[in-house]
């Protein structure tokens, strides 16, 4: 499959565990949007530890009943989907950092599942 290959764009979208969207996880509700919109795919990252835009230190602690630790929603498309799922999503984030570079897609491996049998 090479629809993948060549310059893309990367756009990461910081945010953290606890925030929400209409009583959900936002991780999770960006992940439904992408799905939705149909983009090449995601990956939500978490952090160890983080200092955002309110200089407050957020890092792992075991004995916290709730970690509000810093995630990053990571998505590799062409530009334009990107910009469009940027203005789409706008509103679901309350507190985050969006940003957007430019990468190329060297190469894209992915396994065709043969559901007959042999």
Known sequence: MKRYLGHKKILR???????KYNGHPLF?????????EQLAGATVF????????FTEMRSFKVWAMAQELPLIVEIIDDEEKIRSFIEHIDGMIDN????????????YKHENFNTEAN
């Open 13 to 19: 979208i910081y945010i953290d565990t606890l925030d």
């Open 46 to 53: 978490k952090a160890v530890a983080g200092l955002g835009a």
């Open 96 to 107: 985050g950092l969006i940003t957007v570079i430019d990468t190329e897609v060297i190469k």
């Open 28 to 36: 999770e509700e960006i992940l439904k949007e992408v799905k939705s």
